[in-house]
């Protein structure tokens, strides 16, 4: 396993299981959202182009997202291997990031799948606006942050199941036993390409 996305509703855990995952196959860890939060406190271009979308939830622009990832996988340590969380978000990024991978002769090896009740989703990223202080974790801004993911990335979900490479963990219960499930995943599916 080389090249792989997360994806997963906000709360689900996926930053989290994108760490460990990214650590025990020694791939590259690209997560989207710490991305544009790095440039957002660091006051960069990318960073002053992007804060109002991160705050209100809405989608950063394609145009500006895509170009990020593109020159993000273009970088050595990404040649090697990557696991991609935060994005595709929309199916014009799939179709972009199938670009991108074309361009280096590249394909994906799997794309995982983390699920969790809207509910329980909220009661996490409440929970963790008050430890962790993200700006876009006000209960009005969550449920438009989930609303996206119901309308837009969920499409993004079906190209990839069509595909086959679409792979669902379920991300309810303790951390350990979610990662032992995201592990278990990754090892059942390798060799099938
Ligand atoms: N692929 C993307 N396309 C557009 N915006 C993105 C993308 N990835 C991240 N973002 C921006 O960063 C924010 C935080 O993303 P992320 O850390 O993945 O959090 P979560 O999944 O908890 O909403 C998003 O709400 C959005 O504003």
Redesign the pocket.
């Known amino acids: 396993m080389k090249r792989m996305l997360i994806i997963g509703p ?2 689900s855990g ?2 989290t299981q994108a760490e460990r995952l990214s650590a025990s196959l020694g791939v590259a860890p690209i ?4 991305i ?1 939060r790095a440039n957002v406190r660091d006051r960069t271009p990318l960073g002053v182009a992007a804060a109002a ?2 705050d209100n ?4 622009p394609d145009e500006i ?1 895509n170009a990020m990832v593109r020159s993000r996988l273009g970088e050595d340590d990404a040649r090697e291997g990557f696991l991609l969380d ?4 929309t199916v014009a ?1 799939v179709e972009e990031l199938d670009d991108i991978l074309a361009g280096h002769g590249q394909e994906l090896d799997l794309v995982l799948q983390l699920s969790a009740g809207d509910e329980e989703l909220v009661r996490r990223l409440l929970g963790r606006a008050k430890d962790a202080g993200r700006s ?1 974790d006000t209960e009005k801004v969550i449920r438009h ?1 989930l609303a996206l993911y119901h309308g837009q990335t969920e499409a993004v979900l079906t190209r990839y199941a069509e595909r086959g490479q679409l792979v669902r963990v379920d991300g309810f219960g303790a951390v350990d036993t979610v990662s032992e499930r995201v592990l278990r995943a990754t090892t059942l599916t390798s060799g099938r390409r």
């Open positions: 906000p709360g996926k930053g997560s989207t959202g710490y544009f979308y991160l939830g809405d989608l950063v997202t935060g994005y595709p978000r990024q876009d942050r």
